[in-house]
């Protein structure tokens, strides 16, 4: 029996990266696991991986782009009527990602998308999901920042911004939801990027990122940051709240 079992979780930026190994996961350690992303196509084939793998639990896709603040209402709607509940929501997705600059050269529209793909969003799923589960008295939020966001990284205004505030939101909901039973984690991801090894610069970039990694490799989002994720999602966490954690092999100190 997994440590999610019976619980219903969200997760949002299920496609690739940290958010599909999540969402995998959860559905191992039980949980019916509602995925969202833009890539509908990318969910059907995770929750095809799930139902191959046996997992106690399952996945079901839905198409969501974050920025439309309609799909979110859409993804917690259907999430509560197909499932009578929501226990979990963890926040991953982020936009913009390919869209970096200095200071000098970052413009506000491209840091507005930033927030509205990073803090913004987050904040209206809380928002959307807190009257389910302050009627359970019991929810777990799991939000994704980045070292970009508590340490300075040149190139990357937008992004350092938009996660620096996810650090915010997050703190700040520890402080406001505990008292319905509500506890609010953050994450620090460093992990293989999807395609890494499929040129000759993407293994160099991961070759000297493992060199400076201290337990010696750059880690992998099912094995090593998943794990992290289910632990902040299940009952066990409830002492857990308003901390920043970076599952990054020592890689990074948030304060």
């Not at 995998?24 to 059907?44: D, H, P, Q």
């Not at 094995?223 to 999602?233: I, N, Q, R």
Request: charged share 20%; net charge negative.
């Amino acid at each position: 029996m997994g440590i999610l079992e019976g619980r219903v979780a969200i997760v949002v930026g299920a496609s690739s990266g940290v958010g599909r190994g999540c969402a995998l996961k959860f559905a191992e350690e039980g949980a019916t696991v509602l995925a969202a992303a833009r890539r509908l196509s990318r969910l059907e084939e995770l929750a095809e991986e799930a139902e191959k793998a046996g997992f106690h639990g399952t996945i079901t896709p839905i198409e969501c782009d974050i920025l439309e603040e309609a799909n979110l209402d859409k993804i917690v709607s259907f999430c509560a009527d197909k499932f009578g509940r929501i226990d979990i929501l963890a926040c991953i997705a982020q936009a913009g990602l390919n869209d970096q600059h200095y200071t000098m050269e970052t413009t506000k529209e491209n840091a507005m998308e930033f927030f509205l793909g990073g803090p913004v969003y987050t904040m209206q799923l809380i928002q959307k999901c807190m009257p389910y589960f302050e009627k359970q008295h019991y929810g777990r939020i799991i939000t994704c920042a980045s070292g970009a966001g508590v340490h300075a990284t040149p190139g990357f205004t937008g992004y350092s911004m938009a996660k620096a505030a996810v650090v915010a939101l997050t703190r700040l909901c520890s402080k406001e939801f505990a008292k319905y039973g509500v506890v609010t984690n953050c994450f620090l991801p460093v992990i293989k990027a999807d395609g890494f090894d499929t040129s000759d610069q993407g293994r160099a970039a991961m070759e000297q990122l493992k060199q400076v990694i201290p337990v010696g490799y750059v880690g992998d989002a099912y094995e090593d940051c998943a794990p992290v994720l289910a632990f902040l999602a299940s009952e066990g966490a409830h002492y857990l709240n308003g901390q920043v954690l970076s599952i990054c092999g020592g890689l990074l100190n948030p304060v």
